[in-house]
């Protein structure tokens, strides 16, 4: 039995700090680089491993060195894998991300399996022996469609956790429904808020969430808390 399983894309995170964010046609020159795992549950997840709790994940990668090191940075973390599905075609997602000096950034995001995560390969029964599943966003529908697919499916004592990110927030209540019905909690950002339920503010949109029967709403206000 797991505490918390995560469920969302699995993404190499490819950094660089460069002398500014170049425009069109314009040059700019790289000063570092390094290497991360992410993806939003999966930051998570490595979260709550190092607190203690059992946790577990469900994915998709593919059987390259990106994948190979994302998963291996769950193990070294006790993050059980089980439930990650390895691709033998494709690559593994990847983000590239460019910061400046002064903190602006852009990013590039290449999903690669990820979008093509079905609910044919999810584990249920994996899923379903845990107290809270952790869902965050997919850029694709077919991974989106899977995670309605698995949450219909789950019995009623496993707790759904939401973090919707902007890709999931643009859906909407009505495109998210099928996560707020069960949703006991919901941990968006201000502006993920907004979009989500038209409310411009936060406590406003806080209890539009509420009304929608999600027990708790957690808005992420960045350094005002």
Do not use: W
């Not at 808020?193 to 808005?219: C, F, H, M, N, P």
């Amino acid at each position: 039995m797991f505490d918390v399983v995560g469920f969302g894309a699995l993404n190499m995170d490819k950094l660089y700090r460069v002398s500014k964010i170049a425009a069109a046609e314009e040059e700019s020159f790289i000063k570092s680089f390094k290497e991360a795992c992410g993806g939003s549950a999966a930051n998570t997840i490595v979260g709550l491993a190092r607190l203690g709790l059992k946790t577990g994940y469900i994915g998709k990668v593919a059987r390259d060195r990106e994948g190979e090191k994302l998963l291996e940075a769950f193990k070294q973390e006790g993050v059980n894998t089980e439930a990650v599905v390895i691709s033998k075609t494709g690559k593994s997602g990847i983000v590239l991300g460019f910061v400046d000096d002064k903190g602006d950034r852009a990013l590039y995001v290449d999903p690669g399996v990820n979008d093509t995560l079905s609910f044919e390969e999810i584990n249920v029964e994996y899923a379903s022996k845990t107290r809270f599943l952790h869902i965050t966003s997919f850029i694709g529908e077919k991974p989106f469609e899977a995670q309605k697919k698995l949450v219909e499916k789950l019995p009623e004592n496993v707790k759904l956790t939401l973090d919707p990110g902007e890709l999931y927030a643009r859906k909407g209540l009505r495109g998210l429904s099928v996560f707020l019905d069960r949703a006991f909690a919901v941990l968006p950002n201000a502006g993920e808020l907004k979009l989500l339920t038209g409310e411009s503010d936060y406590r406003k949109g806080a209890r539009k969430l509420l009304q929608e029967g999600v027990e708790i709403v957690a808005v992420k206000l960045g350094a005002k808390g």
